[in-house]
């Protein structure tokens, strides 16, 4: 996916915390290359802490390995940059923090850093939810900054988009099977 976002919607953190507030359930974050800046935007507002529980901003692969249990074989084989990579800290941040959400950023913003098939903006997201699990992977253009601040925003969408389609109420069966991830 080639990912050129919008301009900034303010209600994107408005939306996040409403749709999680009304499913009684809480996210928590891990980030690599946005440095916590999606954690700065959810707890921008007053009463985030009715859904956001915390995050990792896991910069060095032994924050990943030892915070959120990322086996170090799989950044070995796969990378950091990786579907594999996204997943492992979204489930790992998810089951640390004992949340319903885990909503993991990892990338390359650049201006180093790119290596063959993972050029600089390229960046995957990791969703972990009580049922289910997603990895989406977006190439953004610019610099450092806008690669950050559009991925940012994407990782809002993101939440935002999965959490509409998810039935509201506490009473989520937690034990069910991932399904697998696209």
Do not use: N
């Amino acid at each position: 996916m080639r990912g050129e976002a919008p301009p900034s919607e303010p209600d994107l953190v408005e939306a996040a915390g409403r749709l999680l507030v009304e499913r009684g359930w809480f996210v928590g974050l891990a980030e690599s290359c946005t440095g916590g800046l999606v954690m700065a935007r959810l707890t921008d507002r007053a009463g985030s802490s009715a859904y956001f529980a915390g995050g990792v901003v896991a910069y060095a692969d032994r924050i990943k390995t030892g915070q959120l249990s990322v086996p170090p074989t799989l950044l070995a084989t796969r990378g950091a940059v990786s579907r594999e990579a996204a997943r492992a800290m979204a489930e790992g941040v998810r089951r640390r923090l004992a949340v319903e959400v885990g909503l993991a950023v990892t990338g390359i913003a650049g201006p180093g850093g790119a290596v063959p098939g993972k050029p600089v903006g390229t960046v995957w997201f990791g969703l972990s939810l009580p049922t289910r699990f997603l990895e989406e992977k977006v190439e953004f253009d610019g610099d450092r900054t806008r690669v950050r601040a559009l991925a940012v925003e994407h990782a809002l969408r993101l939440l935002v988009r999965v959490l509409e389609g998810e039935p509201p109420g506490p009473d989520q069966d937690r034990t069910q099977a991932s399904s697998p991830g696209r």
